[in-house]
């Protein structure tokens, strides 16, 4: 007689359409889908500069011009999410790299929470798929050449004096000044989870 195979676990990862109601560009397009497929490789057509909004799967607005918004260019991948929460997706992620567990990467189809709206899944990913968690942290110290306080950029604890938000912002499908407005009121002094759609990781260790 058979065993029956252990059910998979789903976790749903939501990626905003939109950015919130608190941020200076409300309602725009975060256009995250359409970067995180170009994070993944999932499709060449975004490897160009790609106006796609995410609505629909199939179309595509693509073209070798480059898009810009505010005179900067947009179209660089989402390879990972920060979020808050770190013990849960810490248990999360080790089902995952256990093999016992997946992640929906998903957006809504319209307005989050909207009656008769629904969430439309971007992809599953699981442990052969490179995704992985690392840490972020800020340390503030006093510099001992100069008596400035100054903060450094710490992943799983420990300090990273060459990552600069720039990395970091852009990593997230955002330029600085979004990401700025993204987090403002989060505070960094305790670990913030960083949530990989790809093998890489800051510090140069693969997942």
Same mark, same amino acid.
């Given at each position: 007689?058979?065993?029956?195979?252990?059910?998979?676990?789903?976790?749903?990862?939501?990626?905003?359409?939109?950015?919130?109601?608190?941020?200076?560009?409300?309602?725009?397009?975060?256009?995250?889908?359409?970067?995180?497929?170009?994070?993944?490789? &999932?499709?060449?057509?975004?490897?160009?500069?790609?106006?796609?909004?995410?609505?629909? /799967?199939?179309?595509?607005?693509?073209?070798? /011009?480059?898009?810009?918004?505010?005179?900067?260019?947009? /179209? &660089?991948?989402?390879?990972?999410?920060?979020?808050? /929460?770190? +013990?849960?997706?810490?248990?999360?992620?080790?089902?995952?790299? +256990?093999?016992?567990?997946?992640?929906?990467?998903?957006?809504?189809?319209?307005?989050?929470?909207?009656?008769?709206?629904?969430?439309?899944?971007?992809?599953?990913?699981?442990?052969?798929?490179?995704?992985?968690?690392?840490?972020?942290?800020?340390?503030?110290?006093?510099?001992?050449?100069?008596? =400035?306080?100054?903060?450094?950029?710490?992943?799983?604890?420990?300090?990273?004096?060459?990552?600069?938000?720039?990395?970091?912002?852009?990593?997230?499908?955002?330029?600085?000044?979004?990401?700025?407005?993204? &987090?403002?009121?989060?505070?960094?002094?305790?670990?913030?989870? =960083? =949530?990989? &759609?790809?093998?890489?990781?800051?510090?140069?260790? +693969?997942?």
């Amino acid at each position: 007689m058979r065993k029956k195979k252990e059910n998979m676990r789903v976790y749903v990862l939501m990626l905003s359409k939109e950015f919130p109601k608190d941020h200076p560009k409300a309602g725009q397009p975060t256009r995250f889908r359409c970067k995180f497929l170009m994070g993944r490789k &999932f499709s060449e057509a975004c490897t160009w500069a790609c106006s796609y909004d995410g609505t629909e /799967n199939t179309r595509r607005s693509c073209s070798r /011009n480059a898009i810009v918004e505010d005179g900067k260019l947009w /179209n &660089f991948p989402k390879i990972h999410t920060i979020r808050t /929460n770190l +013990e849960r997706w810490m248990k999360i992620m080790q089902r995952v790299q +256990e093999g016992k567990a997946l992640i929906s990467v998903r957006q809504w189809k319209g307005r989050p929470y909207e009656k008769g709206n629904v969430q439309v899944e971007i992809a599953r990913l699981g442990k052969d798929d490179g995704v992985g968690l690392q840490t972020l942290s800020v340390m503030e110290y006093t510099d001992a050449d100069d008596g =400035i306080k100054r903060a450094v950029f710490c992943i799983d604890g420990k300090p990273m004096p060459m990552l600069t938000l720039k990395q970091i912002a852009e990593n997230d499908g955002l330029t600085v000044e979004d990401w700025k407005a993204w &987090f403002t009121g989060m505070t960094f002094d305790k670990p913030l989870p =960083i =949530i990989h &759609f790809t093998s890489f990781r800051y510090g140069g260790q +693969e997942g």
